[in-house]
T-cell receptor, first 112, second 113 residues
Framework: RKEVEQDPGPFNVPEGATVAFNCTYS??????FFWYRQDCRKEPKLLMS???SGNEDGRFTAQLNRASQYISLLIRDSKLSDSATYLC?????????????FGKGTRLSVIA | DGGITQSPKYLFRKEGQNVTLSCEQN?????MYWYRQDPGQGLRLIYY???????QKGDIAEGYSVSREKKESFPLTVTSAQKNPTAFYLC????????????FGDGTRLSIL
């Protein structure tokens, strides 16, 4: 089983739609979780951290399910500018010293 | 402005040549990382360093070398032993010892002439 798995997509959605991505991770000792956004030919940028209780930042909501070992990202009222690849990222160890593990990403295309 | 600076943005390598990619950060981060990304693929870890004068191999270290003589600098050398070096190279840094996210430089695109 891969350490971090994501559906590669692409997810093609109309403007204004709500879209959700899931990501599963294999290491039950993982302590921290993040969603990054990567635009074409650019570096990944932190979108949001994922907290145990779930967290929201504007139109974006992230949730963690430790029992089933998955995290999710929900985007409401999609904008054209949301088109990007969304990377699920996990700290695969008990401490913060281990490198983060990146999923291969889910591609989102928001269509006018 | 605080951040991570990678240079050059574009680099071309001749067959049999070593090239060095620069990564400098002024965020006072302890840990630094090098990743390689191929078109349509995910990030793969090459090397990382958690402290000055120490570094560890990642998943694809063969054909690469690094040094960490200063906290703010973590250069990556792509040696002639790396037979398929064409890729997008990303440097990142973070606070060590805490569950903090990584921050990335804007990358170097390396191509073979």
């Amino acid at each position: 089983r891969k350490e971090v798995e994501q559906d590669p997509g692409p997810f093609n959605v109309p403007e204004g739609a709500t879209v959700a991505f899931n990501c599963t991770y294999s290491n039950s000792a993982s302590q921290s979780f993040f969603w990054y956004r990567q635009d074409c030919r650019k570096e990944p940028k932190l979108l949001m951290s994922v907290y145990s209780s779930g967290n929201e930042d504007g139109r974006f909501t992230a949730q963690l399910n430790r029992a089933s070992q998955y995290i999710s990202l929900l985007i409401r009222d999609s904008k054209l500018s949301d088109s990007a690849t969304y990377l699920c990222v996990v700290n695969n160890g008990a401490s913060g010293n281990t490198p983060l593990v990146f999923g291969k990403g889910t591609r989102l295309s928001v269509i006018a | 402005d605080g951040g991570i600076t990678q240079s050059p943005k574009y680099l071309f390598r001749k067959e049999g040549q070593n090239v060095t990619l620069s990564c400098e950060q002024n965020l006072n981060h302890d840990a630094m990382y090098w990743y390689r990304q191929d078109p349509g693929q995910g990030l793969r870890l090459i090397y990382y360093s958690q402290i000055v004068n120490d570094f560890q191999k990642g998943d694809i270290a063969e054909g690469y070398s690094v040094s960490r003589e200063k906290k703010e600098s973590f250069p990556l050398t792509v040696t002639s032993a790396q037979k398929n070096p064409t890729a997008f190279y990303l440097c990142a840094s973070k606070w060590s010892g805490s569950n903090q996210p990584q921050h990335f430089g804007d990358g170097t695109r390396l191509s073979i002439l």
